[in-house]
């Protein structure tokens, strides 16, 4: 009996490598959520839901994800430089070691959100939701944090060089050096 190397159960097919927009949205209406690795650089998925889907490691560079459900979304390790991402829900999304810099999160919901070792460097964050967010280790460096709630969120060794932080709420916050806004 010989070995097939490439086959895969169904529901496990592999998505590496580049992928339109229609394909994408076909293959989630299908109950597909395996985008892992995707190129979707560029792409335009305004008002999209795609909540619960894996796109871990995937190329998200400059996307417009505007309005988009991405709540429960896998995003660890994704590329999300200079995406578009205004007043997306990121709710209890998975965005460990992602890549944000320069991503518009204006107005963003992101409550509960694992941002752990994120690179925000240069993101606007202005009116972003990130109570519960875990941000430690996050590199915040030049980051606009204008109006945007923090309440409960951990900023563990976070890293808030220079970062735009004018009346931002810090209720119950885990600050860098680990002590407690209250």
Known sequence: MAFN????????????????????????????RNFREVNLAGATLWRIDLSGADFSGADLVGVNLSEANLSGANLNGANLTGANLRRANLSDAK??????????????ELTKAQ??????????????????????????????????????ANLKQAKLKWATETTIDLGWTILPDGTVHE
């Open 95 to 108: 965005l460990m070691l992602a890549i944000l810099r320069g991503t518009n999160l204006e107005r963003a």
């Open 115 to 152: 941002l752990e070792r994120a690179d925000l460097s240069w993101a606007t964050l202005t009116g972003c939701n990130l109570s519960s967010a875990d941000l430690s280790r996050a590199n915040l460096t030049d980051a606009t944090l204008t109006a945007a709630i923090l309440r409960g």
């Open 5 to 32: 190397a490439g086959w895969l159960p169904p529901g496990w097919e592999m998505s590496w490598g580049d992928m339109d927009t229609e394909a994408l949205v076909r293959r989630y209406a299908q109950g597909d």
